[in-house]
């Protein structure tokens, strides 16, 4: 079985055929779906995907580097409530995204770190979503490090010294569409990351991977992604899946 350590089936690109969507995935040997949460407004529809798929779909409660707008308290506050409402897998996503817009830099520096502290206080693995800012999101987990505090760097494209930096503080690297793509060139990367530290991701309906490239990406393109990374490792794709999924069920305790 694989696990997608990442994907957001509960978006309203999935509002028509979520349930082939997911029997696409399982029929592609996707046995579990991680799903992080976006803000307030998506927490409803995610919750209510989790309910209608218990074995399968699993939230997580977050608030989104690009959620973090004038009313970013508000959102943490909920982020708040709902962890006391319900069993979440992990808090997420959250992180820095300096990518599209950088006006809220500070606010989503505070909001990060307090949904560190929330990972370490309700020991739940944290989702860093770390868009043009992956030394920064990296400094901030070395500095709050704690015997609790653990996670995944997700979508993670950095360089071989940034891997050895997130394996130092024990976390995870989410793979994804992107190492498919030519342009991407992270062979080298990939190669120096230890398999203990891998997890299998989508990002759906984001970031599909080469052949589909551009178009919805779902869960049952998991394959896609584990193939390209036997081919670096030059392992079996069985083994890929085997330790991707054994760390998926250890960091989320699935």
Wanted: with cysteine; aromatic share 8%; glycine share 6%.
């Amino acid at each position: 079985m694989y696990i997608d350590s990442h994907a957001h089936l509960y978006l309203d690109q999935f509002d028509e055929d979520i349930n082939e969507v997911i029997q696409r995935a399982v029929q592609s040997e996707v046995g579990k779906i991680m799903m992080p949460n976006i803000d307030s407004s998506t927490t409803e529809a995610m919750n209510d995907l989790a309910s209608s798929y218990p074995k399968i779909c699993y939230p997580m409660i977050g608030l989104h580097p690009c959620s973090v707008k004038e009313n970013y308290k508000d959102e943490l506050r909920h982020v708040e409530e709902q962890l006391g409402k319900r069993k979440y897998y992990g808090i997420g996503e959250t992180g820095i995204d300096l990518y599209w817009d950088t006006t809220f830099k500070e606010q989503q520096i505070e909001s990060f770190v307090q949904q560190i502290s929330w990972s370490i206080q309700y020991k739940l693995p944290i989702v860093i979503h770390s868009r043009d800012s992956l030394d920064l999101t990296i400094e901030l987990i070395e500095k709050h490090h704690h015997e609790n505090l653990k996670g995944v760097f997700h979508c993670f494209n950095g360089t071989v010294s940034q891997a050895k930096r997130i394996q130092g503080v024990g976390f995870m690297m989410g793979m994804g569409g992107v190492i498919t793509f030519k342009k991407a060139q992270l062979e080298e990367v990939i190669s120096s990351i230890s398999m203990d530290h891998m997890m299998l991701e989508t990002d759906a309906p984001f970031l599909a991977p080469t052949p589909n490239r551009g178009k919805r990406n779902e869960s049952s393109f998991i394959p896609l992604v584990a193939a390209k990374i036997a081919e670096v490792k030059n392992i079996s794709l069985e083994e890929v899946q085997s330790i991707t999924t054994a760390n998926a069920k250890r960091l989320f305790s699935v």
